[in-house]
């Protein structure tokens, strides 16, 4: 760890450098982006230096692609801040952004009682070019990090994703544009803040966590989960070798609509067998925006009656970070789906 603090009163942050587009350099042979050191990156963000807080970093012995993000990685990224959190004001997290909201969401199960600002950012270019988008998500992303309210309370209490002109809860997002600099947006819940001339922040939406527990990090991930995405035409032999895979405890189905599915006798059969032998289902719909309505129609009635339990307005990264988490915890099926259809951090609205 790089460590440039004076034991002054000023905003202590500490930078989490993972990899990821921010952090790259273009190779001269191969015209390929790598990993930079992260000591390259402050040289080329000399205003981080005006900036009036003490600043530190962290840095990944390898920085990877966001697309080589594992669990692992996000247990190394909550362990940092775990070892750190009394030392610092707030936490910045550069990340590639083709994962960012599935860290984002495993870091806020993971994130017991936090009550400080974990700000994960990132960019679409690289911070050395001309155009980069990377320099004013980092200097944004650390003016929220120190941001205080006249108690002197940290403003954001929660893992957040800060990119160009919004910042968003970490597991109400998703990337939706692999072009765009505002390459994130929440569907199914408002912005904690617009960035413009000066940082509005709306506080009503931010989370806070309840009582005086002290912060702590709860590391297990288990990884028997799976995503299944219904269409027309899906085939019965991939549906029942699927939802019999070994190993498996969970599955997010990505459904149509308010959360609806075939209505094939074969399907609900298959189904219906692997919850009765302990699988979790879960219904999260393809749509962007909307929640879960399993009653509204029959075809998602069905999914119910078989015992499939909706996910409510979750994002599918969410969701599935979600059931890593709750069955790391040594949970059983049971109390698996108890779990799911409750807010543990914000990330659904429960009706």
């Not at 930078?15 to 273009?26: A, D, H, N, S």
């Not at 990505?254 to 599915?261: A, D, I, L, M, V």
Request: include cysteine; hydrophobic fraction near 40%; aromatic fraction near 10%.
């Amino acid at each position: 760890m790089n460590t440039n603090t004076t034991g002054s009163t000023r905003p202590r942050i500490l930078m989490i450098y993972t990899g990821g587009t921010i952090g790259m350099k273009e190779n001269v042979e191969t015209g390929a982006l790598e990993p930079f050191d992260f000591n390259h990156l402050l040289e080329n963000v000399p205003r981080i230096k005006r900036l009036a807080y003490d600043i530190d970093n962290y840095q990944f012995e390898d920085p990877i692609d966001s697309s080589a993000m594992e669990p692992a990685h996000w247990q190394q990224i909550a362990r940092v801040v775990e070892n750190n959190y009394d030392s610092y004001d707030g936490f910045v997290v550069l990340h590639g952004t083709d994962t960012m909201a599935y860290t984002a969401s495993a870091l806020s199960f993971m994130f017991e009682n936090l009550r400080k600002p974990v700000v994960i950012t990132g960019s679409q270019l690289p911070i050395g070019e001309v155009r980069t988008d990377g320099e004013e998500n980092l200097i944004t992303a650390l003016q929220i990090a120190a941001a205080k309210d006249l108690n002197g309370e940290p403003v954001v209490q929660e893992v957040a994703i800060l990119f160009e002109d919004y910042l968003w809860r970490g597991n109400r997002a998703t990337k939706h544009s692999s072009d765009n600099f505002n390459a994130f947006k929440s569907s199914n819940y408002p912005r904690l803040a617009k960035v413009g001339l000066g940082i509005t922040y709306r506080r009503e939406v931010m989370w806070r966590n309840p009582g005086h527990d002290p912060f702590h990090v709860k590391y297990g991930m288990d990884t028997n989960v799976a995503y299944m995405d219904l269409f027309p035409g899906i085939n019965e032999n991939f549906v029942r070798h699927l939802l019999s895979a070994p190993g498996l405890k969970g599955v997010v189905m990505k459904t149509f609509g308010s959360g609806n599915g075939p209505t094939a006798p074969w399907f609900l059969d298959a189904v219906k067998k692997a919850i009765d032998k302990g699988l979790v289902i879960v219904n999260v719909s393809q749509c962007e925006n909307g929640t879960v309505l399993p009653t509204r129609y029959g075809a998602g009635f069905g999914l119910e009656k078989a015992g499939v339990i909706s996910g409510h307005d979750l994002t599918s990264e969410a969701a599935i970070t979600k059931l890593m988490f709750l069955f790391g915890q040594g949970m059983s099926s049971d109390e698996v789906k108890v779990a799911m259809e409750h807010s543990l951090s914000g990330e659904m609205n429960e009706q």
